[in-house]
């Protein structure tokens, strides 16, 4: 197999995106998730070269952004391309700690629950090294995303709160909590890469609604 692939059986289940957010075991299956990130995160590194640095995605993520952002909000593609670029400055300020196995896209989509409600990951396409607080935030702005029209907002931080608390109690707590400062920032790109996929979407499906989104 290729080196920086990740094989893994087929999961039966439903993605978290399918699960009644209502429902009594929802935090119970946040906490699960908590623990299945911070399993993937602890897991050592493969000594495999070609597995990709996401500090090193920089230029990949821009064109790929910007190229949406060019396509479907031109308007706004100089102001979403400066932002970007500003978060990762800032990100390369940050003091170099030892990166990990991060998924790099991890949100409820790709991560099934079981029937027996255990927790698997999928589609590790982006993964490589870099920091894990990139998954953390990335979960936490598409749960918001996710849940949005379902929960309250208190309900919703709760929730957030939960699943952070979890993964800060596995391990080094002090060590992740300093790595938290970087969270605003992987937040902030996570948080874009919505908007403008989204924005693209209602290009695709109604080019109308999109000349709308481009004159605001």
């Known amino acids: 197999p290729s080196p920086g692939l990740l094989f893994y059986e ?3 289940g439903e993605t978290l995106r399918h699960i009644e957010s209502s429902s009594r075991v929802f935090p119970s299956l946040i906490k ?26 920089e230029t990949v993520f821009l064109k790929r952004l910007g190229f949406r952002a060019k396509e479907t909000i031109p308007s706004l593609h ?8 500003v978060i990762f400055r800032a990100q390369r300020n940050f003091a170099k700690r030892s990166p990990c196995i991060v998924h790099n896209d ?57 699943f952070l608390k979890t993964y800060l109690a596995q391990g080094e707590e002090e060590e992740k909590r300093r790595g938290l400062e970087e969270l605003p920032f992987w937040q902030a790109r996570s948080a ?14 109604d080019p109308h609604r999109g000349r709308i989104i481009n004159n605001l």
């Open 10 to 12: 087929e999961l039966e």
């Open 32 to 57: 699960k998730i908590a623990l299945a990130l911070c399993s993937l995160h602890s897991l050592p590194l493969p000594q495999i070269p070609s597995l990709i640095s996401i500090y090193n995605r």
């Open 78 to 85: 100089a102001f979403i391309v400066f932002t970007i670029q």
């Open 106 to 162: 991890f949100q409820a989509s790709n991560i099934i629950i079981t029937p027996e409600k255990h927790i698997g990951i999928i589609d590790f396409s982006l993964s490589g090294k870099g920091s894990p607080v990139c998954d953390i935030a990335n979960f936490l702005v598409h749960l918001r995303v996710m849940l949005g029209r379902e929960l309250p907002q208190k309900r919703i931080g709760e929730l957030q709160e939960l």
């Open 192 to 205: 874009l890469d919505i908007i403008v996929i989204t924005a693209q979407m209602l290009h695709e499906t």
